[in-house]
């Protein structure tokens, strides 16, 4: 009896939810491209294709991630042409105006409302996004990584214009398990500021939902290499681990520890004052903004009274987010941590967390010296703004997430990394295979 009420539940469930799929195609708005079943069972009207309009269409994705020449020519010619840079910028104000009815804008942006599988509802992840310019970028990079079983955190610098504090704060309204962060700070490049946003974001993650298992801190120009599954299946390899850049600190850096800096006329300055050593001898190790970390971790940082010292003592450093989330990374007792032992060491090309092209260490292809391709978009302060012609090598490598991106210079790069993944995200789904264990 019990077994057949099972069924009869999982039967009941499954008619819902293809029903609940067949009557949203008859929503007001709701894209479609002439309907049939396996359209509607397919979750075509999810995928993002030409029909959504927007200048980016005329390019060829597909010939672009595959590195032909001719596609790659014409998506570099169109980045540089002023009117097709000025017809796909966003302004503010359409994000304001759109999420007026959060219904229309998330079905029209194609947001996932829904799990795609048990694996992935079963292992939420957390993020803090850190933003201070740029909504669009943001939008786009929220659509790429958003699962209603995931919770995110949004930090808006303090100084951001009020149009971009608007648009973010209308786009956030219209998701339950998207939100601003209680406490905003003014947010200075090379001052401690910088890891006190994402702190106050991890805080307030750590707070409200107790079910997360892993999170990544991110940037607005941030954009993802993986699905949410593949992002999700990476972690949990993981078993408990954290991965982010932790390695020796370079002589050149050291500096930026020994001695004192401080702000003055609005600019972080060193000064001639040293530094007493670090607390509890602690080794101090270099790395990066970005991590992907337990929920252990997290709990570490907000309760450790070592790491609170730490604080204490890093916020008259110099670019603290490069070595602090590195230093707590290879502290005894930290879940997820490796010994500070060098062998432990750990590049920004070993960790999963961020690919970023740095300028110093491009190359042609067949140098065997360089560490990656040459940049194919443009630099700033030293790294790379993919173009589209990075994305080939782009979507090979391992990790997470990559940094910048930039879709004021080159929105065709995000546009073919967005398709890309979403083709790939829902390629493995087809509700019609839910009802064949039941025939």
């Not at 229309?104 to 933003?131: C, G, H, T, W």
């Not at 970005?290 to 730490?310: F, H, K, P």
């Not at 060098?342 to 140098?367: C, F």
Request: aromatic residues 12%; neutral net charge; proline residues 5%.
């Amino acid at each position: 009896m019990r077994i057949l009420r099972r069924r009869q539940l999982k039967l009941l469930l499954k008619l819902t939810v293809v029903l609940g799929s067949l009557w949203m195609l008859y929503l007001p708005g709701w894209p479609r491209t002439g309907w049939s079943p396996t359209y509607s069972l397919r979750h075509s009207w999810l995928e993002y294709t030409d029909d959504d309009g927007g200048p980016e269409k005329v390019c060829n994705c597909s010939a672009i991630l595959q590195g032909e020449r001719e596609a790659l020519d014409q998506a570099k010619l169109l980045s540089i042409t002023k009117d097709f840079q000025k017809s796909v910028r966003i302004p503010d104000e359409y994000y304001i105006n759109a999420t007026q009815d959060c219904s229309e804008f998330r079905l029209s942006r194609k947001y996932l409302m829904f799990p795609l599988n048990q694996e992935e509802e079963d292992f939420p992840l957390a993020y803090s996004i850190v933003v201070h310019h740029k909504v669009q970028n943001f939008e786009r990079l929220l659509r790429a990584i958003y699962a209603p079983q995931n919770i995110y955190c949004v930090h808006v610098d303090r100084k951001s214009e009020v149009s971009v504090f608007a648009a973010i704060q209308a786009i956030t309204s219209c998701f339950p398990n998207v939100f601003m962060v209680s406490k905003a700070v003014n947010v200075m490049y090379g001052h401690w500021s910088r890891v006190q946003a994402d702190l106050n974001c991890m805080a307030d993650l750590y707070n409200i939902n107790t079910e997360w298992k892993y999170l990544i801190n991110l940037c607005g120009q941030d954009f993802p290499l993986k699905t949410n599954l593949e992002i999700v299946r990476m972690l949990r390899s993981l078993r408990g681990g954290n991965s982010m850049e932790s390695e020796e600190m370079p002589e050149y850096k050291k500096q930026r520890v020994t001695d004192v800096y401080q702000i003055v006329d609005g600019k972080i300055q060193r000064t001639s004052k040293k530094k007493g050593p670090p607390p509890f001898n602690l080794p101090i190790l270099s790395g990066n903004a970005y991590i992907a970390v337990s929920r252990g971790y997290i709990r570490s940082v907000l309760e450790d009274n070592r790491i609170q010292t730490l604080i204490e003592w890093s916020k008259d450093t110099y670019s603290p987010d490069e070595f602090f989330w590195a230093t707590v990374q290879r502290m005894p007792g930290v879940p997820g941590s490796t010994r500070p032992h060098r062998k432990y060491d750990m590049t920004d090309i070993n960790a999963i967390a961020r690919l970023v092209k740095w300028q110093g260490h491009e190359g042609p292809q067949d140098s065997l010296q360089s560490v990656y391709t040459e940049c194919h978009g443009h630099h700033v302060r030293g790294i790379c703004v993919y173009g589209a012609g990075d994305l080939q090598w782009m979507v090979e490598q391992h990790h997470l997430f990559a940094n910048k991106f930039d879709t004021d210079k080159d929105p065709i790069a995000v546009y073919c990394l967005e398709k890309y993944l979403r083709h790939k995200a829902l390629a493995d789904v087809d509700w019609m295979l839910m009802f064949l264990p039941l025939f």
